[in-house]
């Protein structure tokens, strides 16, 4: 039976995606003490030991159904340029799939919103140099722009190649097929509806708040195109 991602969501990451939220409402009211400890408490254990349930090495969740032959791996001259989706692609796919996974359906925040916070809070957002380093939710809320046919085996970084996920689906499928995981294409289901925008509201001027300024690339909010 085809599935939609290698294992389903805990209900703690979407508590953890709550406070977060709180959290970055505290800082753009200048509640900087509040936000803090609430990115401290979303460095969870639970988060973590989840996340490396399907990314890890050798688990039962990242382990292939069978191995497909074709289309196999190219050599790296041979795949298509460029390896990652443009900026004008990401800010496609975000209008298309919004802020959720489109595999596990769990909240996702991009990069460039982590590093801006870090450099408010480099104590309570840790991101070292190894994954049991990172923080839990940030790591596990990661947004990764993901190759449905891996790029590895042929795939474009076109719209139609490229979806959001999380860090999970993206490193526990690595560069095997959907088909070889039993998966789903994600556009066999639908993209998952909500207010989670992110944490992009950072990125805004609140009265008499707190904004982050990014030298990143904000996604336009206010989604409307959807498949």
């Known amino acids: 039976m085809r ?9 703690e990451i979407e508590a953890a995606a709550r406070q977060l939220e709180d959290a970055a ?29 399907v990314w890890g090495k050798q688990t039962i969740y990242n382990r292939p159904c069978r191995t497909l032959l074709h289309p196999a791996a190219l050599p790296r001259e041979r795949r298509a340029m460029p390896r990652a989706a443009t900026k004008a692609t990401r800010r496609l796919i975000h209008l298309r799939d919004g802020h959720y996974c489109r595999f596990c359906k769990i909240p ?20 070292g140099d190894t994954n049991a380093t990172q923080h839990a939710a940030f790591q596990l809320m990661w947004a990764q722009y ?44 639908p993209p998952r509806q ?3 925008d992110g944490l992009e509201r ?6 008499g708040g707190s904004t982050i300024v990014a030298g990143a690339d904000p996604v336009p909010l206010g989604y409307s195109l959807r498949v």
């Open 202 to 207: 950072i990125f805004e001027v609140p009265p």
């Open 194 to 196: 909500g207010n989670w």
């Open 108 to 127: 996702v925040i991009r990069g460039e919103v982590r590093a801006a916070l870090r450099r408010d809070y480099p104590d309570a957002i840790p991101w």
């Open 25 to 53: 409402a505290a800082h753009c009211r200048g509640e900087h003490s509040v936000a803090e400890a609430l990115f401290r408490a979303t460095d969870s254990r639970i988060l973590w030991d989840w996340l490396d349930s």
């Open 146 to 189: 993901d190759h449905v046919l891996p790029h590895a085996r042929g795939g474009s970084s076109e719209l139609e190649n490229v979806y959001l996920t999380c860090a999970a689906c993206n490193y526990g499928r690595g560069n095997f097929l959907l088909e070889e995981f039993d998966l789903l294409h994600p556009r066999d289901h």
């Open 3 to 11: 599935r939609t991602c290698l294992r389903g969501p805990i209900p």
